[in-house]
């Protein structure tokens, strides 16, 4: 199994990418259009509670057609603006979306395509009458006609398009690189790509369809909050209509413009209208990431879960061995050792060799020198053979040769040239083993004296920096992380230890993956991984959620329900805690959008019902102006809180890990007891501004 | 001593009982359900009645049983009343008219003990004893099986079994309610409550007239009355009767016997599902929500707020002396907050917030601490609600002891608070819209006039029984009216109860990490009581300002 190395890096700009974050008033302004043209009730009917409010829009302004007057024109022009509001919000963040789906479109190829025909032949087709299994053949310079794995050749490619990343990537037949997307451009070479996506079903139409939104459904969660909200719906508009009877028989039936505006006040239209655009911000979110949740299942899921299984190499660690420290032998300096392990790396290509030299120079303050200012040097490069690389130094008492490499290889060395390795640079070799480390030993030898081991160098896998704290904090929020490694069991115990991951998985093979994920869930919990080799698709496709890189094989994409573009492994933590807020969001503001019921109780029944009973006044808490600017604050306050709560729906509420008890008692402090204080003073401020209009 | 140190010393030892026994009741009552023997009364009842005491029924088939014995119960009862003169000990009662006959068989089977009529003089011996005590037992039975079949839906995993309710409602009665009652009865009996045969018996009051006195078999369907939170008395003044309750000790006994399942049903759920302290935060809940009812009825009336008490020097209209403002109090919140209905005191004439909180204890769907079994399982339900809302604010999807509250789950809870509500405003606001039935039953004008209509329907749709009385409930409409609203207000929701057990129980549960919302501690305890308050609050905010809030601001 291969990972990608890709470090920390701070995310980059991508050229044709929306930015992400930030929501601006003009873009109210210029959804306005789309808002409006929602107001078709055939789109208004599948959001129950703000049909409700559209059915009552259209009943009150035939009410005001039939008893003109301010109020009745006021509350009716105000119940629009309500589903207006609903309706930019969604297209509002549905926008956010569209650029980008335009940008991809234009990536969409319509150039023919060089399908194989037999031996050596092939013939020009439109890119959409490919078949799944067709032969194509890409040259450098054009485009990639269709999704597919690389079957012959080596290749270049330019994947902006896709990724936003410009540095382009190599695509090779077998392993795990070869699977090339549609729309991607072949920059040198001729490669023979096998077709596996049917058209219109490639992974940048269905990246289109993502970020548009026109493919998106509702999600398990949103589908049961609709549901509760309907439900809370029909009991308001119970407990509105059964209020006429009863003001009936106390003596003062009231108005249905009145009974209108005080059911649209107490159904919950906050959540109603923001609760679409809150889903399609949560996949923009993870779009704005360069994450593909090829299902809004799973952005949930993700914020369910419980173990995360990571991949030690690359994700955890830098991927590469770097040398740690320098152990001398008896007798010798930490810088003589030093000098000698930096001279013989000083040619050494190789991530560990250029590791060495890096830590000559910053712990010992050796400065770094090119391989060429040492005239009187001759390199002795790596082979699988002598598994040891070094320098020969021609100097004025003779040739000074070193050595460095693997233990046996290097103490070989040394024995045959006359030496005899001692025995504390052999204790130093398996301690620096017994830890989980790999030792390089270094050697020299002086003329035709015999050669002796030097030291040895620690080389260890290092593990990314700021890693402990994100695994603290992934298990206050009470996620389980797992490392995977191929290593063995005293390494990856020592990693784990150094990294702070709860668990480890040694010497992993694909099954052992699979039969892990199966054990988690089988005790209830929801497993996420990553991945991107072909014996990752079983268990991608068995986790909860699976996140394929894109660089990975096709078979990995096919069977995750994410990718990530950028191909980064960490990108999981990200992942769980945008399918946290995303929930998080509907949760705070169907609490808000409740509780903002009681401070609208005490606006409008004392409203409703003071002239009948004129100590109801006692319950008008806010001593509002007048009982009809009291009932059009409360309509009007319902309007502007969606309004208001719109840049939360898209940015959603702020997250921050923490234990579940905690996070309880700050939403509930803030959007439950909020959302109780809130509109008293709201309604209370539109009644100071209403009181100086006349006609009211 | 003050009446208030009284008062408190009143609850304190009542409360202290409870805290007492609930732990050993709950706990018993966790092995009565759990246990898979059956003793050999048991084993005859299920050879003669051909149960299969060993099968397993799924929410469906145990949703049957539970129509199908109500159904034959309301059929059985209907008849015995409608052929009383014809059977021994009717005492010369006639029988009744179909409408009274319909609307007491359906009460005393949904539990709600509703009586149109005036027990001492409606109903013979046998009726009562064979006929309606029966009914006392066995519908509080239901009422547990009911609940007990929820609570092991949640302890259960991967199965689409929820128990057996004939095995549920044979130990429910046998092994819980018979032998309680039984010695509740005894102790009622000490305490002076008649226990006899005898027909109506003349005396000669100290004024020189005559007077019809009644006894009979008073004790034993006293002790059941309360303890299966029934409440249909066997006198017309029920619990007020110095026949029924002679002295403040058999009242606080009778207090006792209201609370005593009701408060002990959360430690049977939270040893069922092996987490006690999930039974810990319901029991908090429930008696947060009946303390505070306790506490403003009774400041309401020892205060004697309004106009007219402050000009009596009290609000004693409607109390019996020997219990005073603070044990009619006491009484009051208890068997409004239960939906047990008996009173020994009249709410109707209590002052408005004080009659204005039994009316709002029903609304709240009778969980503080709601009827034998029905109360569990409707906090549970509301647990469940509470649990979805607060759930996603820890950004996950809810879930409640590890099962997944998903659309199933929702939609049937969203049903199960929709029924009530629509039951009761929709049966209220016929009446009131509607001269001729206000004429009919309706005793005083304005806010008060609302209020009795609503009370009706308030006690009606949520099996509690109390009225108050200014509403003559006893023509053919309200009797046809309320007793629809009975049915559907009990048999309603149990089915919602059981399709949510079904869900539930196939469920697997889902790990409980540091990520889930805890359902224990205080801060879900206070989310629940908030949660039970603005369901209730928001639904019938606007009906309440129209009757007791307008009444009590005046």
């Not at chain 1, 160098?457 to 009470?478: A, N, Y």
């Not at chain 2, 469906?60 to 015995?80: D, K, N, Q, T």
């Not at chain 2, 100290?206 to 008073?218: C, F, K, Y």
């Amino acid at each position: 199994m291969t990972t990608t190395v890709r470090t920390h890096q701070p995310t980059r700009a991508h050229p044709n990418r929306v930015r992400a974050g930030a929501f601006e008033p003009r873009q109210l302004w210029h959804s306005l259009p789309q808002a409006l043209a929602k107001l078709d009730p055939r789109h208004q009917v599948r959001y129950p509670v703000m049909f409700v409010v559209w059915v009552g829009s259209v009943a009150s302004t035939v009410l005001a057609v039939l008893h003109p007057s301010v109020f009745s024109w006021s509350i009716a022009a105000w119940l629009w603006v309500t589903v207006v509001f609903a309706n930019l919000a969604e297209s509002v963040a549905e926008g956010r979306g569209k650029a980008q789906a335009d940008s991809l479109r234009a990536a969409r190829t319509h150039t023919l395509a060089r399908r194989v025909i037999g031996e050596g032949s092939e013939e020009a087709v439109p890119a959409t009458a490919l078949q799944v299994g067709d032969l194509v053949v890409v040259e450098a310079g054009e485009v990639i006609p269709s999704d597919g794995d690389v079957v012959e050749g080596i290749a270049s490619v330019d994947e902006s398009a896709v990724t936003g990343e410009s540095a382009p990537v190599i695509r090779e037949s077998g392993g795990d690189r070869s699977a090339v997307t549609g729309g991607t451009k072949v920059l040198s070479d001729r490669i023979v790509v096998r077709i596996t996506a049917r058209a219109g079903e490639t992974f940048l139409d269905r990246m289109i369809g993502l970020v548009e939104g026109s493919t998106r459904q509702k999600t398990p969660n949103e589908v049961a909050l609709s549901l509760l909200l309907s439900g809370l719906t029909l009991v308001f508009l119970l407990a509105v209509v059964t209020l006429q009877p009863f003001a009936v028989y106390s003596g003062q039936a009231q108005s249905l413009t009145v009974l209108v505006a005080l059911l649209v006040c107490l159904i919950p239209t906050t959540i109603g209208g923001l609760l679409s655009a809150i889903g399609i911000a949560g996949m923009d979110r993870l779009i704005q990431r360069n994450v593909m949740a090829l299902s809004g299942r799973a952005v949930e899921a993700a914020g369910d879960v419980d173990v995360l299984l990571l991949d030690k190499t690359g994700t955890i660690t830098f991927g590469n061995r770097q040398a740690a420290e320098i152990i001398p032998a008896e007798g010798l300096s930490e810088e003589k050792v030093a000098e000698a392990a930096q001279l013989s790396s000083l040619a050494d290509e190789t991530p560990e060799g250029r590791s060495i030299v890096v830590l000559a120079k910053e712990r010992y303050g050796m400065r770094a020198r090119f391989h060429t200012q040492l005239p009187n040097a001759t390199f002795v490069s790596f082979t699988a053979q002598t598994r040891m690389s070094g320098v020969d130094l021609s100097e004025r008492d003779g040739l000074w040769q070193i050595r460095k490499g693997a233990a046996s290889a290097v103490m070989k060395w040394v024995r045959d040239n006359g030496g005899h390795p001692t025995a504390d640079v052999g204790r130093a070799v398996d301690a620096i083993s017994a830890s989980g480390g790999t030792p390089l030993v270094v050697a020299e030898r002086l003329g035709e004296a015999p050669a002796r081991a030097v030291g040895v160098v620690h080389l260890k896998d290092v593990v990314k920096p700021g890693m402990r704290q994100r695994f603290d904090e992934l298990r206050r929020m009470g996620i389980r992380t797992v490392m995977i490694t191929g290593d063995n069991a005293l390494t990856a115990r020592a990693i784990a230890e150094e990294a702070g991951v709860d668990d480890f998985l040694a010497e992993a093979t694909p099954e052992d993956k699979m039969a892990l994920i199966r054990r988690e869930q089988a005790g209830g919990r929801l497993v996420a991984m990553t991945g991107d080799g072909t014996n990752d698709a079983p268990a991608l496709a068995q986790a909860d959620v699976g996140v394929a890189m894109n660089t990975g094989t096709s078979a990995a994409k096919e069977a995750g329900n994410m990718v990530d573009l950028d191909s980064d492994p960490t990108k999981l933590i990200e992942i769980v805690a945008i399918g946290k807020q995303l929930l998080i969001t509907r949760g705070a503001l169907t609490t808000f959008s409740i509780a903002n019921d009681v401070a609208k109780y005490f606006a409008i029944i004392p409203a409703m019902f003071v002239g009948l009973y004129p100590q109801l006044e006692q319950l008008n808490v806010m001593r509002l102006s007048s009982p009809q600017s009291a009932v059009l604050a409360a309509v009007i306050f319902n309007a502007l809180i969606i309004i208001a709560l719109v840049p939360v729906a898209l940015r959603g509420v702020r997250y921050r890990p923490a234990h579940a008890s905690a996070m309880l008692r700050r939403n509930l402090l803030i959007y439950g007891l909020g959302g109780l204080v809130a509109p008293f003073a709201g309604i209370k401020l539109i009644d100071l501004v209403l009181s100086f209009l006349p006609g009211l | 001593m003050s009446p208030v140190v009284a008062a408190v010393l009143q609850v304190g030892l009542l409360v202290g009982l409870l805290a007492l026994v609930h732990v050993p009741l709950g706990d018993y009552m966790a092995r009565v359900f759990a246990g898979d023997r059956h003793t050999r009364v048991e084993r005859l009842v299920y050879r003669v009645a051909g149960i299969d005491a060993g099968a397993d029924q799924r929410w469906s088939v145990y949703a049957r049983s539970v129509l199908a014995f109500s159904f034959v119960s309301v059929l059985g009862l209907y008849a015995f009343l409608r052929v009383q003169e014809h059977l021994p000990l009717s005492l010369g009662m006639p029988a009744m008219g179909s409408d009274g006959a319909w609307n007491t068989a359906v009460s005393f089977v949904t539990n709600t003990n509703w009586q149109w009529y005036s027990g001492e003089s409606a109903a013979g011996h046998l009726v009562q004893m064979a006929g309606l005590t029966v009914q006392n037992f066995v519908s509080a039975a239901v009422g547990l099986a009911v609940a007990v079949a929820l609570v092991r839906s949640f302890a259960r995993t991967g199965t689409d079994r929820l128990g057996n309710f004939w095995v549920d409602l044979v130990r429910g009665t046998l092994r819980i309610l018979l032998p309680i009652a039984a010695l509740a009865a005894v102790a009622l009996i000490a305490g002076g409550v008649v226990q006899n045969f005898t027909g109506p018996t003349e005396i000669t009051t100290l004024a020189g007239g005559t007077q019809s006195m009644v006894g009979g078999p008073i004790a034993s369907q006293e002790s059941i009355k309360l303890l299966g939170t029934n409440g249909g008395g066997f006198f017309n003044a029920n619990s007020a009767h110095p026949f029924e309750n002679p002295t403040a000790w058999t009242n606080l006994l009778q207090i006792f016997l209201i609370l005593v399942i009701p408060f002990s049903l959360p430690r049977t759920f939270g040893q069922m599902v092996g987490d006690r302290r999930q039974g810990v935060a319901i029991v908090a809940v429930m008696a947060s929500l009946w303390g505070a009812a306790v506490a403003v009825i009774s400041w309401a009336e020892m205060r004697g707020l309004g106009a007219v008490p402050q000009l009596a020097g009290g609000a004693m209209e409607g109390k019996e002396a020997r219990f005073g403002a603070a044990g009619s109090a006491l009484f009051a919140a208890s068997t409004t907050g239960t939906s047990t209905g008996a009173v020994n005191s009249f709410h109707d004439s209590f002052t408005a917030v004080g009659g204005g909180v039994t009316l709002l204890n029903m609304m709240l769907g009778e969980v503080a601490p709601g009827g034998v079994g029905a109360g569990l399982y409707g906090m549970l339900v509301l647990a469940v609600l509470a649990v979805f809302l607060a759930g996603l604010m820890v950004g996950r999807t809810p879930q409640y002891l590890g099962k997944k509250i998903g659309r199933t789950q929702v939609t049937l809870v969203a049903l199960y608070i929709l029924t009530m509500p629509a039951l009761l405003l929709v049966g209220a606001a016929i009446t009131a819209a509607t001269p001729a039935l206000v004429d009919a039953s309706v005793q005083d004008p304005g806010a008060h006039g609302l209020s009795e209509i609503l009370y009706a329907y308030a006690s009606a749709t949520n099996n509690n029984g109390s009225a108050f009385a200014g509403f003559a409930a006893g023509t053919p409409y309200q009797n046809t009216a309320l007793g629809l609203g009975m049915l559907f207000g009990r048999f309603v929701p149990i089915v919602l109860v059981l399709a949510l057990a079904g869900s539930l129980a196939g469920q697997r549960p889902g790990a409980t990490t540091a990520g889930t919302m805890p359902t224990h501690g205080p801060v879900f305890v206070g989310l629940l009581g908030f949660v039970v308050l603005v369901v209730a609050g928001l639904t019938f905010f606007p009906a309440l300002a129209l009757a007791p809030i307008a009444e009590a601001l005046l």
